[in-house]
Structures are given as C-alpha cells and as structure tokens.
DNA sequence: ACATCTCTTAGATAGACGTCGAACTATCAG
DNA sequence: CTGATAGTTCGACGTCTATCTAAGAGATGT
C-alpha cells in the first residue's frame, strides 16, 4: 500500500484544479452539485431542478461534475446514483486555502 | 457597534458567492489572485503575467476581481496598489465547505 | 416483441467572455 | 507645458458554453 492510499489527503494537479474552478462556475451546476452533496447518495431522476431545465441540459451539467472529478455516477436499473467525491472536493478547499 | 462588524465571519449572498465562482473560473485570474495574495500589498506593475498579456487584459481581469469583492484597488501615484479581501475570501471558502 | 421510463448523444443556436489594438486619463519629472 | 509612465475604456473579434430539440440507447414490465 501507497502512502497516497489516504484518500482524505489527495493533492489536484493544476488541470484538476482548473476543470473544478470552471466546473463551478455556473450556478445551476454548483446547485446540482449541492444536492448531490448533501444526501450520500442521489438518483438522477430525484434532482429538483427549478426553472424549468431540460434533461438534456442535466445530462450535460452531470457530465461536467464527473469530468471535473467532483461527482461519482453509477448506473441503477433505469436510474444513475450519484455520489459527491469527497477526497476531491476536500483537495480543491485545501487548494484554495494555501492562497 | 453591531455584531456584523466581525469581519471574519463575513457571509456572502447568492449573487456574490456566484461571482466569485465566475471571476475564480480563468485561471490567469486565479494565478493574479494568487500574486496579490502572497503579499500583503501589491503594486499592479508588479505582476507577473505569464504569456505575454496586454495591459487591457490585465485591466479587465483586475476588475472582475474588484467587482466579485476578492480584491481592493487603490491609487498610489501613477500605480495602482492592490489588496486581497481577506474576509471575503474566508466567506467564500467557508460558504464551500457547508456544502 | 413491444411499450415505457430514464437518461445520453448529436447538432444547432444564442449569448457570454477573454483578448487585443487604439484612443484616453491621470500622475509625475524636467 | 511637454513628454513619459501606468492604467483604463471602447469597440471588435473569435472562441467557449449553456441551452434546446430530436433521435438514440439501455433497463424493466407485460
């Protein structure tokens, strides 16, 4: 075993940090990125998106949130799972606070 | 004196805490953040950019940063001395970790 | 097999944004 | 006042991106 096998102190290469910070720059990303945060796991389907958004636009944004690293997605009969990374949304934090 | 007047535990409103997610989202902008954090101040002449940037560029990134709140500008003769807004950016980094 | 539900992919479009050159303003030195 | 230095403002241009519709693809129930 690595001494990098402790997920809780994982380090973004710049690339990483980027595709974050450009991930999280759209609103309704951040705020479908917030939902999936605070349940330990979500439906795609159970994602309450206001305004009227089509699923086209959601599969974009999801798409997004799992290339930037920030989202996990498996697939659950019809459904996708969802779930926040947290080791990566810890590293870009940490990454920010070393400003 | 009013109990807000504890500036490091500023909390940012929606439309602040989504400009700052915009203006963090170029990375020159993050790296001239970054360059007017390290110091306590900072003249604008001094930065070093990078990739051979125009001066017009330069401007409108500094404003960005200006108008999200990161970062105080001020005359000093011909400079312009720059400043990181502490307490907004601990706002911001607190206003990711609630997530 | 067929219909249905749940996303995904492809292509098109409109708006946002980074960038620059050129002209402008402000400050200071002679 | 003149010239030089330091940023700013303006207008234009090209690229990126959020969004949609329409069509496709995978899973499940009948």
């Known amino acids: 075993m690595t001494a ?17 910070s450009r991930t999280l720059a ?6 479908i990125l917030q939902q999936i945060a605070s ?3 979500l439906l795609c389907g159970s994602l309450d998106v206001q305004g009227c958004i089509s699923p086209a636009t959601i599969s974009h944004h999801l798409r997004e949130l799992q290339e930037a690293g ?5 697939r659950q009969g019809r ?3 969802l779930r926040l990374r947290r080791s990566i949304w810890n590293a870009y934090i940490r990454h920010l606070q070393q400003i």
Do not use: H, N, W
């Not at 997920?7 to 974050?20: D, K, N, R």
């Open 26 to 31: 759209d609103p309704r990303r951040f705020a």
């Open 39 to 41: 349940q330990q796991s």
């Open 79 to 81: 459904s996708m799972c």
């Open 70 to 74: 920030l989202v996990d997605a498996e």
């Open 4 to 20: 990098s096998a402790d997920s809780s102190q994982e380090v973004l290469t710049q690339e990483q940090f980027q595709a974050i």
